[in-house]
């Protein structure tokens, strides 16, 4: 590229993020300013200067987020440390907002000045509403508005291409997270947190969950290496919910349900980091310290400020996640009655993350297949028996993301259950992504190859074209398999 190539788009790109840096000014200014005030004016100016450049040669110029990423005109803004705090402000701005972002037209620069306050009010006091996208929907209409639209998610399947419907799960993934990081660090400093924001989140995962609850499954499997107990949160949130589905709870309970998986290890900020996270077997003392945290999750729970009623929905189950069927695990309880249903779900959940985790005492682990084979040998001792059968069958033989090698010494990924399976021979043979070791210099170790079923058989032989030697858990080999699913 010659130099005044790229000193064009050293400009465009410094232009956009001017551009963001004047959106989010304006919305902060207009919260304690009138219309006629210097700052605002100003501001106001600098916000219409900057679309108006951007929109030159590119039309309508859209403001939004994806995951922790700002887009303007569609291209990635580069986060630098400078830029942090001002992106995650409007990231949490638009998030709090339930919408997407904006989209201007350059028909804003005859926009007058007060009714560009007007529309930048709206978007603040939409915060306050309970359904913010509905109400500013119904509020910022183009007529009164022409030169902006609000991007909002559109949640219909029909809507959805595939890249989108991944993107989106992702999307949904990384909020959910968002949320129970939030509650635990308010929690942590001491500071006021409610249960808006987590409810909002899971409200919008449980919706594309009943639209596409194999993604979800194969969300399920991402695995932080760092983090492990917010990451480990939201899988049993998930794997929770998509079991919820299958014995038809309604939305609402599985949201409910899906907060439990959330606030289940809550208790575990709590914990002696030395002993949270360390290599190698805990000591009976340290095991004993370990297991207040069931106790201690329900304590933080019930300083959220919520109502009474919606606190008490979220106590049991996480009380209950490390009590097994029979009533032994722990705290220990001498009661005789039954654990609640979503107790018993969450048990099945958190065991099956937590034994197909990599942790860092415990670097190998089974695969998900063993998993759950290691998990029947509990089946009416430690877990409800119509509950396992139906996790156990929801997630197949080889649950998506697990690691197969074949006869041809060629590995594959479980991407997706047997189409049709007629019998258990079908059941075992699922579609699977082969892996290529990656040429390359990049990050990554391997990189997609064809795509096979399993089931296919040679016409002429009427043979399986391929046998399945053994499997393995793809985290062992820092593979997350969702980077391979459509
Ligand atoms: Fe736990
Ligand atoms: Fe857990």
């Known amino acids: 590229m010659s130099e005044t190539g790229k000193s064009q788009l050293i400009r465009r790109n410094q232009l956009r993020e001017e551009c963001v840096k004047a959106f989010y ?61 001002l992106f995650d402000g409007i990231i949490d701005y638009f998030d709090k907002r339930a919408v997407q972002g904006i989209r201007l037209r350059p028909t804003i620069k005859d926009a007058k000045g007060v009714d560009l306050l007007a529309f930048i009010r709206l978007l603040n006091d939409a915060e306050k509403q309970d359904r913010p996208r509905e109400w500013l929907l119904a509020q910022a209409t183009p007529d009164k508005h022409p030169w902006v639209e609000l991007l ?11 890249g989108d419907r991944k993107n989106r799960g992702l999307r949904s993934y990384a909020h959910v997270m968002e949320s129970v990081q939030e509650i635990a660090r308010k929690l942590t400093a001491r500071q006021s947190t409610g249960l808006n924001r987590a409810r909002r989140v899971l409200q919008n995962m449980v919706d594309l969950i009943m639209e596409d609850e194999p993604l979800f499954r ?24 998509c079991l919820g589905k299958r014995i038809m709870l309604s939305k609402k309970s599985l949201e409910t349900l899906g907060l439990c998986g959330l606030l289940h290890d809550l208790g575990k900020i709590e914990a002696p980091k030395n002993i949270l996270n360390k290599p190698g077997k805990l000591t009976d003392e340290e095991f004993e310290v370990m297991k207040r945290h069931s106790m201690d999750s329900v304590r933080l729970i019930v300083k959220i400020q919520a109502s009474r009623d919606r606190k008490n929905d979220i106590l049991l189950a996480p009380f209950e996640h490390h009590l097994k069927y029979d009533l032994s695990g722990y705290p220990k309880t001498d009661r005789s009655s039954a654990l609640s249903l979503f107790g018993r779900i969450l048990a099945i959940a958190d065991v099956y993350d937590a034994i197909t985790s990599p942790r860092v005492y415990r670097k190998s682990v089974l695969p998900p297949n063993r998993a759950l084979g290691f998990m029947w040998e509990g089946v009416g001792k430690d877990f409800d028996p119509i509950l396992l059968k139906i996790f156990i069958n929801m997630l197949g033989v080889y649950p998506v993301g697990t690691l197969l090698v074949l006869d041809t010494r060629k590995a594959g990924l479980v991407v997706e259950p047997p189409e049709d399976a007629e019998g258990p021979l079908e059941w075992a043979r699922p579609w699977i992504v082969l892996l290529k070791r990656d040429s390359g210099n990049g990050h990554r170790k391997f990189v997609k190859g064809e795509t096979i079923n399993l089931a296919e058989k040679d016409p002429k032989t009427g043979h399986y074209r391929h046998t399945i030697v053994k499997s393995l858990n793809a985290a062992n080999y820092g593979i997350q398999p969702i980077d391979f699913i459509r």
């Open 152 to 162: 909002q998610e559109a949640y219909g399947a029909d809507a959805m291409e595939e």
């Open 25 to 85: 000014s304006l919305i902060r200014a207009a919260r304690i300013h009138q219309a006629n005030n210097q700052l605002i004016v100003q501001t106001a100016k600098e916000f219409v200067r900057t679309v108006v450049e951007l929109s030159k040669d590119a039309g309508d110029v859209s403001i939004q987020f994806m995951g922790r990423r700002i887009y303007v005109q569609e291209k990635k803004l580069i986060f630098r440390p400078e830029t942090v705090t």
């Open 218 to 241: 194969a969300l399920s499997t991402i695995r932080f290496y760092d983090d492990y107990t917010f990451g480990h949160s939201v899988n049993v949130g998930i794997l929770s919910m």
